[in-house]
C-alpha cells in the first residue's frame, strides 16, 4: 500500500477493493499464525498485487513451516500456488491429489469442465467454453432477452461516448489552511471515445483510478476537469437535471462489491424493481414480473427475490448486482470487476451472456477487470491507465502482442501461467 503513513489515518472506504483486501491481509499476518485460512485471497487484486500476495504466501509456507489452506475459484492461482488440490462441488469432494497431476490430467467430469472454462490469453475465442456438466448449472434464455431489448440507432460514424480531459482529485489532509491541505489526483487528463457496440476495456492496478474513471462517467463522482458525453450530449454538467436524469436510464453499472452495493435491508425483488420504478418503465404487476425474468435469467431463481442479501455468497450477490443493472434496459453497461467473486464455470456463462448482448442488441460496454485472460476475450480495445494516467490504448489483439509501454508488458508478464493446464474439452468455437 503506497503511503503506508498517511493511509494509516484513512477509512476503508477510502481505498480500493484491492487495498481493503491487502488490509485484510496484513491483519491476518499479524499474529504470526501457525496455519492460514486463505479464502479467495486474491479475487480483488490486479495482477502485479496478486504476485506479490502469493509470492509471500508461498514464502511463509517455506521457510516459516505454516500451513495454508488456500480456497479460490483461480484455477491460474491454484496451479502456481499449491502442492495438492481438492475439487468440490455440491459440498461434496469429487477429486484431490498433487496439483500438477489434477491440472494436466484430471479424471472426474467436473474437474475437466472446469478447467476448459478458463479464459486463454492466447487464443481468443468467440464465445467463453462453458461447462458441459450435468449437474446444477445456470442456464441463461438469451433469446427472450434478445425479444426484451430493442435495438438503439446511433450514428456509426461518431462515438457513443466521449471523455475528454478527465481529471478527479480528492481530499487527502484537510486543513482550514489552504496551503496546508494536500489533494490527491485520482484521474489526470484522461481521454478516449467509446463507440456504439464495442467493448471498452481499462485495466490497471488496484489503485490505478480504474474504478475513479467508471463513478466519473456514470456521474456518480463529480467531473472536477473535462467532460463527458454521450450520444452527443455533454452529460457532466450536474446543472442539467433534465439530461442527468435521460442519461441514467441509458447507462447501468454493474458494481465490484456486490457486499456493499446491495441494501442489506431490502429484499432482492424490491432491489431489482427499484430502477424500474425510479423511472417509472412499469407499473403493478408488471413490475414483478420483469423482476422475476431478471432474477432467472441470472440463475437465482424467482424465490430468491423474497430474500435478503445477507442470505447470499458474494458471487450470488453479484447476480443480483447484474440483474438490478440490466432492469432498465440500458444501451451502455459500465462493468467494474463484474466477474470477480465468481468461480471460472459461472464466470463463463455471465461472461456469455454479456457477449450475447453486445453482439445481438448493441450493447455498449465499458469493462473494467484486473483479469487480463477475461479482458483479452471480452474488449475490443483496451486503456492502460496507472497512478490516474493513461499509458497506453490500443486494440486488445496489438496490445496482447505488442504492447508499447514497459509497464504493459510487466502486467502481461505477470499473469498466471496456464501452459500446464489441461486443454480437454476447450472450445474453439
Same mark, same amino acid.
Given at each position: 500500500?503506497?503511503?503506508?503513513?498517511?493511509?494509516?489515518?484513512? *477509512?476503508?472506504?477510502?481505498?480500493? $477493493?484491492?487495498?481493503?483486501?491487502?488490509?485484510?491481509?496484513?491483519?491476518?499476518?499479524?499474529?504470526?499464525?501457525?496455519? +492460514?485460512?486463505?479464502?479467495?485471497?486474491?479475487?480483488?487484486?490486479?495482477?502485479?498485487?496478486?504476485?506479490?500476495?502469493?509470492?509471500?504466501?508461498?514464502?511463509?509456507?517455506?521457510?516459516?513451516?505454516? !500451513?495454508?489452506?488456500?480456497?479460490?475459484?483461480?484455477? !491460474?492461482? +491454484?496451479?502456481?500456488?499449491?502442492?495438492?488440490?481438492?475439487?468440490?462441488?455440491?459440498?461434496?469432494?469429487?477429486?484431490?491429489?498433487? %496439483?500438477?497431476?489434477?491440472?494436466?490430467?484430471?479424471? &472426474?467430469?467436473?474437474?475437466?469442465?472446469?478447467?476448459?472454462?478458463?479464459?486463454?490469453?492466447?487464443?481468443?475465442?468467440?464465445?467463453?467454453?462453458?461447462?458441459?456438466? @450435468?449437474?446444477?448449472?445456470?442456464?441463461?434464455?438469451?433469446? @427472450?432477452?434478445?425479444?426484451?431489448?430493442?435495438?438503439?440507432?446511433?450514428?456509426?460514424?461518431?462515438?457513443?461516448?466521449?471523455?475528454?480531459? /478527465?481529471?478527479?482529485?480528492?481530499?487527502?489532509?484537510?486543513?482550514?489552511?489552504?496551503?496546508?491541505?494536500?489533494?490527491?489526483?485520482?484521474?489526470?487528463?484522461?481521454?478516449?471515445?467509446?463507440?456504439?457496440?464495442?467493448?471498452?476495456?481499462?485495466?490497471?492496478?488496484?489503485?490505478?483510478?480504474?474504478?475513479?474513471?467508471?463513478?466519473?462517467?456514470? $456521474?456518480?463522482?463529480?467531473?472536477?476537469?473535462?467532460?463527458?458525453?454521450?450520444?452527443?450530449?455533454?452529460?457532466?454538467?450536474?446543472?442539467?437535471?433534465?439530461?442527468?436524469?435521460?442519461?441514467?436510464?441509458?447507462?447501468?453499472?454493474?458494481?465490484? =462489491?456486490? *457486499?456493499? #452495493?446491495?441494501?442489506?435491508?431490502?429484499?432482492?425483488?424490491?432491489?431489482?424493481?427499484?430502477?424500474?420504478? &425510479?423511472?417509472?418503465?412499469?407499473?403493478?404487476?408488471?413490475?414483478? &414480473?420483469?423482476? #422475476?425474468?431478471?432474477?432467472?435469467?441470472?440463475?437465482?431463481?424467482?424465490?430468491?427475490?423474497?430474500? *435478503?442479501?445477507?442470505?447470499?455468497?458474494?458471487?450470488?450477490?453479484?447476480?443480483?448486482? +447484474?440483474?438490478?443493472?440490466?432492469? %432498465?434496459?440500458?444501451?451502455?453497461?459500465?462493468?467494474?470487476?463484474? %466477474?470477480?467473486?465468481?468461480?471460472? #464455470?459461472?464466470?463463463?456463462?455471465?461472461?456469455?451472456?454479456?457477449?450475447?448482448?453486445?453482439?445481438?442488441?448493441?450493447?455498449?460496454?465499458?469493462?473494467?477487470? &484486473?483479469?487480463?485472460?477475461?479482458?483479452?476475450?471480452?474488449? @475490443?480495445?483496451?486503456?492502460?491507465?496507472?497512478?490516474?494516467?493513461?499509458?497506453?490504448?490500443?486494440?486488445?489483439?496489438? /496490445?496482447?502482442?505488442?504492447?508499447?509501454?514497459? *509497464?504493459?508488458?510487466?502486467?502481461?508478464?505477470?499473469?498466471?501461467?496456464?501452459? =500446464?493446464?489441461?486443454?480437454? $474439452?476447450?472450445?474453439? #468455437?
Amino acid at each position: 500500500i503506497p503511503e503506508p503513513d498517511v493511509r494509516l489515518d484513512q *477509512y476503508p472506504h477510502q481505498f480500493s $477493493g484491492g487495498m481493503r483486501q491487502r488490509v485484510v491481509i496484513a491483519l491476518a499476518l499479524c499474529s504470526e499464525p501457525d496455519v +492460514i485460512i486463505a479464502d479467495e485471497p486474491t479475487t480483488a487484486l490486479d495482477v502485479s498485487v496478486q504476485a506479490q500476495i502469493l509470492d509471500l504466501i508461498k514464502e511463509l509456507a517455506r521457510e516459516r513451516q505454516v !500451513g495454508v489452506i488456500l480456497i479460490t475459484h483461480d484455477i !491460474g492461482v +491454484i496451479a502456481d500456488t499449491t502442492d495438492v488440490v481438492t475439487v468440490m462441488y455440491l459440498g461434496e469432494v469429487v477429486e484431490t491429489g498433487p %496439483t500438477t497431476e489434477i491440472m494436466q490430467n484430471p479424471q &472426474h467430469a467436473y474437474t475437466k469442465t472446469l478447467i476448459a472454462a478458463v479464459p486463454r490469453p492466447t487464443i481468443k475465442l468467440k464465445r467463453f467454453p462453458q461447462m458441459s456438466y @450435468d449437474g446444477r448449472e445456470t442456464r441463461f434464455a438469451i433469446d @427472450d432477452l434478445r425479444r426484451d431489448w430493442k435495438k438503439v440507432a446511433h450514428d456509426p460514424g461518431k462515438p457513443l461516448l466521449e471523455a475528454r480531459n /478527465l481529471r478527479k482529485t480528492f481530499v487527502k489532509k484537510q486543513s482550514l489552511l489552504p496551503w496546508m491541505r494536500e489533494d490527491f489526483t485520482a484521474v489526470d487528463d484522461v481521454s478516449f471515445d467509446i463507440w456504439p457496440g464495442e467493448v471498452f476495456g481499462v485495466v490497471g492496478e488496484s489503485g490505478s483510478g480504474k474504478s475513479t474513471i467508471a463513478r466519473m462517467i456514470c $456521474g456518480l463522482y463529480g467531473v472536477d476537469g473535462g467532460q463527458v458525453s454521450f450520444d452527443g450530449t455533454v452529460v457532466s454538467d450536474p446543472t442539467d437535471a433534465a439530461a442527468q436524469m435521460a442519461y441514467r436510464k441509458r447507462i447501468q453499472m454493474i458494481f465490484q =462489491d456486490p *457486499y456493499s #452495493s446491495l441494501n442489506p435491508r431490502m429484499r432482492v425483488r424490491d432491489i431489482v424493481a427499484e430502477p424500474i420504478l &425510479h423511472h417509472r418503465l412499469l407499473e403493478g404487476a408488471a413490475v414483478q &414480473h420483469r423482476v #422475476s425474468e431478471l432474477l432467472e435469467r441470472v440463475g437465482l431463481g424467482t424465490e430468491a427475490g423474497l430474500r *435478503y442479501p445477507n442470505e447470499f455468497s458474494g458471487g450470488q450477490r453479484q447476480r443480483i448486482s +447484474i440483474a438490478r443493472a440490466l432492469a %432498465t434496459q440500458p444501451e451502455f453497461l459500465i462493468c467494474d470487476e463484474p %466477474t470477480s467473486a465468481l468461480d471460472v #464455470s459461472i464466470q463463463a456463462q455471465i461472461l456469455n451472456i454479456l457477449k450475447d448482448l453486445q453482439e445481438h442488441l448493441g450493447l455498449t460496454m465499458l469493462f473494467i477487470s &484486473h483479469d487480463l485472460p477475461v479482458v483479452r476475450q471480452m474488449c @475490443d480495445r483496451v486503456a492502460v491507465v496507472k497512478d490516474g494516467k493513461l499509458m497506453e490504448l490500443q486494440d486488445t489483439d496489438s /496490445l496482447f502482442a505488442n504492447p508499447k509501454t514497459s *509497464y504493459t508488458a510487466e502486467l502481461l508478464e505477470l499473469m498466471p501461467r496456464l501452459s =500446464d493446464l489441461s486443454t480437454e $474439452g476447450l472450445g474453439t #468455437s
